[in-house]
């Protein structure tokens, strides 16, 4: 890694270290930071799948959920997580954030690698790695207009974002990086390099099952891409030079021996726990239920093209030239490309997981655009690369801002107040595992996170039926119902949190079959009567 390359690490680690301990040095007495500064829903129910692994589960189920059905083997990364912090006595933000940091050291120095196999020369390596580790896309043009393009959400396209996000995004990104990353081959290492591929592919599976679809994908385009290669340069029989192809003679940039070994054994770690992902999510029927809710689409078309600009324009004619040359150093990252934005638009629910990591081959592409530029416009590639750099810094530093301003605004997504944050350890401590609390929504958001209790209503994927159960919860506090007592008996309720969101929904019921049990000066805990 070069001296550009080490700082531009140390920065990009500093930046999306400090608005979290920001954050949480602002909480002080009066109140405590949840741990999020973008999407908090899904970092809380991260939270959620680690406490339950603290508590010792083997097994996951849905935490936001009333009821949640037996155990399924998913999200073992959290639940492992969550298992490491109880054996380290860590608490489970700091294992979650740790994990985070260690994860994106990974994915840095696996973005490293990645440039400097398929950059077009080690010219452009450090330009590239900077780009693609800070750099996002031009979202921050309409986010005045309140548009908000891909490149302020999806985190797993990106990765500044990834690892700005969470810990699992940044190790995916970090293995599927790797994975398809090819150097010049050697004669040797094919059984090591197998093994690895093999405990790449389920570690992967693990931490995103679309990573592995997606690496199987691309690598079996490029030995498409060597195999057509291989015979228009050799322009003989068919079936008799195909035994060269496999050989170290043919010296392709991989060699294809190397990739096929890859691909065959990323798919052999990675299918078992793919296929029992899919099996399990549509046969267990509280996870089939919030699969079939569990839609994650990608944006427009434009909307996607904004948010990979301006790297995407110079992608363009880069992808052209590479063509024209047959250029196989560039070739991988055309691949990931091309496969990438089919996928992504797939008639399927889940589409949107496809655009996992694309931004990184993106500002590869970037690079032989601008290595490619005409003759008489040569002496301005610096300059274009100096104001492509600048043109994608403005959307990660309004990311970074947002984190920063809701931190100063106490927004109540991103804080609990000191009171809400004491009745929940007394839920943690003196109430059954299994006990079902009735809150309100964005109450509901952290009690699974911080007590390992179910709630109604919390998230509004992880939640079954979740629109229909956010609307009863609503119902109960805004006095909506013709007979709540009948409801928390029907569902049923062990207690009711009220506190100061509950209160701006509205007053209890006096008439409910319930009993106070904890108080502070915000919130009152109730147990409901038999």
């Known amino acids: 890694m070069s001296h550009r390359a080490r700082l531009a690490t140390l920065l990009i680690l500093l930046c999306i270290s400090t608005p979290y301990l920001f954050a949480a040095r602002l909480a002080g007495r009066e109140a405590v930071f949840g741990g999020f500064l973008l999407n908090p829903q899904d970092g809380n129910s991260y939270l ?60 840095l120095f696996s973005l490293q690698h990645f440039v400097i196999a398929y950059a077009p020369n080690t010219g452009w390596s450090d ?53 398809l990353t090819f150097g010049e ?69 991989p060699q294809p021996r190397w990739i096929l070994i890859r691909l065959i054994g990323v798919f052999l770690g990675g299918a078992p726990f793919l296929i029992y992902s899919f099996w399990v999510a549509r046969l267990h029927p509280q996870l089939a239920a919030w699969n079939a809710q569990n839609l994650t689409l990608t944006p427009a078309a434009w909307d996607v093209a904004l948010g990979l600009s301006p790297a995407l324009l110079l992608a363009i004619p880069g992808a052209v030239w590479i063509i024209r040359q047959r250029h196989r150093r560039g070739m991988l990252p055309l691949i990931w490309i091309v496969i990438g934005a089919l996928l992504i638009y797939l008639p399927m629910g889940l589409q949107r997981r496809f655009m996992m990591g694309i931004y990184a081959p993106m500002v590869v592409l970037a690079a032989y655009g601008l290595q490619s530029l005409p003759l008489f416009l040569k002496q301005r590639a610096p300059l274009a690369a100096r104001l492509t750099f600048l043109l994608a810094l403005p959307t990660s530093a309004l990311i970074l801002a947002m984190g920063v301003f809701g931190a100063l605004a106490r927004d109540p997504l991103l804080y609990l107040s000191a009171s809400e944050s004491e009745a929940m350890r007394w839920i943690e401590t003196h109430t059954p595992q299994d006990a079902l609390v009735l809150c309100a929504p964005d109450t509901g958001m952290f009690i699974p996170a911080r007590t390992g209790r179910r709630v109604l209503y919390g998230h509004p994927f992880e939640t079954v039926n979740a629109e229909q159960e956010k609307e009863q919860v609503l119902q109960f506090f805004q006095g909506g119902m013709a007979s709540p007592q009948s409801f928390l008996i029907a569902r049923p309720v062990d207690y009711i949190f009220y506190g100061p969101r ?10 409910l079959p319930v009993e106070p049990v904890f108080s502070n000066s915000e919130v009152t805990i109730f147990r409901v009567e038999p």
């Open 48 to 107: 959620a799948k680690m406490y339950q692994g603290w508590r010792g589960d083997a097994s996951f189920t849905l935490p936001y959920t009333a009821e949640p059905g037996p155990g399924a083997h998913l999200f073992l990364f959290y639940l492992w997580l969550g298992r490491l912090a109880r054996w380290t006595g860590a608490s489970l933000i700091f294992a979650f954030h740790l994990a985070r940091l260690i994860g994106s050291v990974a994915l």
């Open 127 to 179: 330009w590239c790695f900077a780009l693609a580790g800070f750099g996002l896309g031009l979202g921050w043009l309409l986010f005045p207009l309140g548009i908000i393009v891909s490149d302020l959400w999806i985190a797993e396209a990106y990765p500044f974002l990834s690892a700005y996000v969470n810990p699992h995004f940044a190790v995916g990104l970090a293995l599927l990086l790797s994975l």
């Open 185 to 253: 081959s050697k004669s040797g290492g094919l059984a090591v390099s197998f093994v690895l591929s093999i405990a790449a592919g389920f570690a992967l599976s693990l931490l995103s099952p679309f990573g592995v679809i997606l690496a199987c994908l691309v690598m079996f385009g490029m030995l498409i891409w060597e195999l057509a290669l291989f015979l228009w340069t050799q322009r003989g029989p068919v079936f008799s030079s195909l035994p060269h192809f496999f050989t170290p003679a043919y010296e392709a940039f």
């Open 502 to 511: 509950e209160r701006t929904l509205g007053e209890l019921p006096s008439s």
